[in-house]
Structure formats: structure tokens, C-alpha cells
């Protein structure tokens, strides 16, 4: 079902942007321009570059400054994660859990709700 609305809407959109390409290129190739005042409402993509130039501007140095400031500690966090456990060691663990290799170790639960669960549950499995 998601799977079928996904590829729906994606499919709506790829053909909506083809339509568009195939008008503008008609426009082009004609001559003829459909609403050329409002065009200029609808997509007021000059300003949108100013005010993104203007935030870029105004917060680049902020941002900049902030990464560079938090920056060393989080590498020096990561750093520290990673002399935990070697790199060679994560990656075997990863492969084998890929291929079904993992072996699942059972631990004795501490709650003593379960551990009546799983007893009743022997009993039940054991006949008796």
C-alpha cells in the first residue's frame, strides 16, 4: 500500500515536471509567452536568491565560528568511541550480523514477572 502511494506520487510529480519542461520549451520555440506580468509573481525566484544570499551572509561567519568552536570536541568525543573498540573489530560484527552469524547470548532475567513466564512457559513445553 505505501509502496503504491510512493511510486503514485512519484509519478505525478515526474510527469508534472516533464509537463512543465515541454511547455516552457513550446514558449521558447513559438515565441508566445502566457502571462508574462504574473509570471513574475508566481516565481519570484530573485528575491528568493537575495534573502538566501542575505541569510548566508548574515549567519555563514555565526555558523562557521560554531562548528569550529564544538567541532574539536566532537571529534575528540568520536576519538574517544572509537579507542573502545578498534574499527577492524566494528566492522567484523557488522559483516556477521549481515550474514546471520550472530549467536544470540540468553540472559537470566531479573524480573520476576518474566522469569513465571518463562517457567510456566517450560512447564507448558515439557508437558507437565
Given at each position: 500500500?505505501f509502496f503504491?502511494?510512493?511510486?503514485?506520487v512519484?509519478i505525478?510529480?515526474?510527469?508534472?515536471a516533464?509537463s512543465m519542461?515541454?511547455?516552457?520549451?513550446?514558449?521558447l520555440?513559438?515565441?508566445?509567452?502566457?502571462?508574462p506580468e504574473?509570471?513574475?509573481?508566481?516565481?519570484?525566484?530573485?528575491?528568493?536568491f537575495?534573502?538566501a544570499?542575505?541569510?548566508?551572509?548574515?549567519?555563514g561567519?555565526?555558523?562557521?565560528k560554531?562548528?569550529?568552536?564544538h567541532g574539536?570536541?566532537a571529534?575528540?568525543?568520536a576519538?574517544r568511541?572509537?579507542?573502545?573498540m578498534p574499527?577492524?573489530?566494528?566492522?567484523i560484527?557488522?559483516?556477521d550480523?549481515?550474514k546471520?552469524?550472530?549467536s544470540?547470548v540468553?540472559?537470566?532475567s531479573?524480573?520476576?514477572?518474566?522469569?513465571?513466564i518463562?517457567?510456566h512457559?517450560?512447564k507448558i513445553?515439557?508437558?507437565?
Open positions: 500500500m503504491s502511494i510512493t511510486l503514485t512519484a505525478i510529480g515526474i510527469v508534472g516533464a519542461l515541454f511547455y516552457r520549451m513550446w514558449e520555440q513559438t515565441g508566445k509567452i502566457s502571462m504574473e509570471r513574475k509573481t508566481f516565481f519570484p525566484l530573485r528575491d528568493f537575495s534573502y544570499l542575505r541569510c548566508e551572509n548574515e549567519y561567519p555565526k555558523v562557521f560554531f562548528l569550529c568552536r574539536e570536541r571529534h575528540l568525543h576519538k568511541l572509537g579507542a573502545m574499527v577492524s573489530d566494528k566492522m560484527e557488522v559483516v550480523a549481515v546471520g552469524r550472530v544470540l540468553k540472559r537470566e531479573n524480573s520476576t514477572f518474566l522469569k513465571t518463562s517457567a512457559k517450560n513445553r515439557n508437558g507437565e
